[in-house]
């Protein structure tokens, strides 16, 4: 049976953790105030803060500034990204099922994504247009066309058949 408690963070009745996330007096309160779903958004906020701080975990300094972190985020006025963070917004869902399938326009059968690259059409999965080797330059001049390819669709097809 789960426990229960009023999250802090989220100000409602959630799915407390099952263990104290942190040592000392700063997990413990975490663990008797904070929700599982609170904790998930703080581990992403902290991957965050890492990243955009270079951070190295195991530096004692970089320790203490996400502890303090973390302490003004659920038990302060919240901790705040970096003043040139941007998050990034993406237009594709990470699952999709088959009515936003169509709603992207996103290939369902490998052999489609093979026939996007030779076309050289948007790439859904990657979210960037795909540039056949004809048109990838290097140092601004064109590859020589004497480099041998075999395209997608003949890679697939030699991999899984027709």
Same mark, same amino acid.
Request: charged content about 20%; proline content about 9%.
């Given at each position: 049976?789960? %426990?229960?408690?009023?999250? #802090?963070?989220?100000?409602?009745?959630? =799915?407390? @953790?099952?263990?104290? /996330?942190?040592?000392?007096?700063?997990?413990?309160? #975490?663990?008797?105030?904070?929700?599982? =779903?609170? &904790?998930?958004? &703080?581990?992403?906020?902290?991957?965050?803060? #890492?990243?955009?701080?270079? @951070?190295?975990? *195991?530096?004692?300094?970089?320790?203490?500034? @996400?502890?303090?972190?973390?302490?003004?985020?659920?038990?302060?006025?919240?901790?705040? /990204?970096?003043?040139?963070? $941007?998050?990034? *917004?993406?237009?594709?869902?990470? %699952?999709?099922?088959?009515?936003?399938?169509?709603?992207?326009?996103?290939?369902?059968?490998?052999?489609?994504?093979?026939?996007?690259?030779?076309?050289? $059409?948007?790439? /859904?999965? *990657?979210? !960037?247009?795909?540039? !056949?080797?004809?048109?990838?330059?290097?140092?601004? @001049? /064109?590859?020589?066309?004497? #480099?041998?390819?075999?395209?997608?669709?003949?890679?697939?097809?030699?991999?899984?058949?027709?």
């Amino acid at each position: 049976m789960s %426990r229960t408690v009023h999250c #802090i963070k989220l100000q409602r009745e959630s =799915e407390g @953790l099952e263990r104290v /996330p942190y040592p000392g007096e700063l997990g413990q309160r #975490i663990f008797d105030n904070v929700s599982k =779903e609170a &904790w998930q958004e &703080w581990l992403r906020f902290q991957t965050m803060l #890492i990243n955009e701080h270079r @951070l190295t975990p *195991v530096d004692p300094k970089a320790r203490q500034f @996400l502890e303090q972190q973390m302490e003004q985020y659920f038990f302060g006025e919240g901790a705040k /990204p970096p003043p040139d963070y $941007t998050t990034r *917004v993406t237009n594709t869902p990470t %699952r999709l099922d088959s009515s936003s399938q169509a709603r992207f326009n996103t290939p369902s059968h490998p052999g489609q994504v093979a026939q996007s690259v030779e076309q050289g $059409t948007e790439n /859904p999965r *990657v979210g !960037s247009s795909i540039l !056949s080797l004809a048109t990838i330059q290097i140092n601004g @001049l /064109p590859l020589p066309a004497s #480099i041998p390819t075999v395209s997608a669709t003949d890679r697939y097809q030699a991999n899984y058949g027709s």
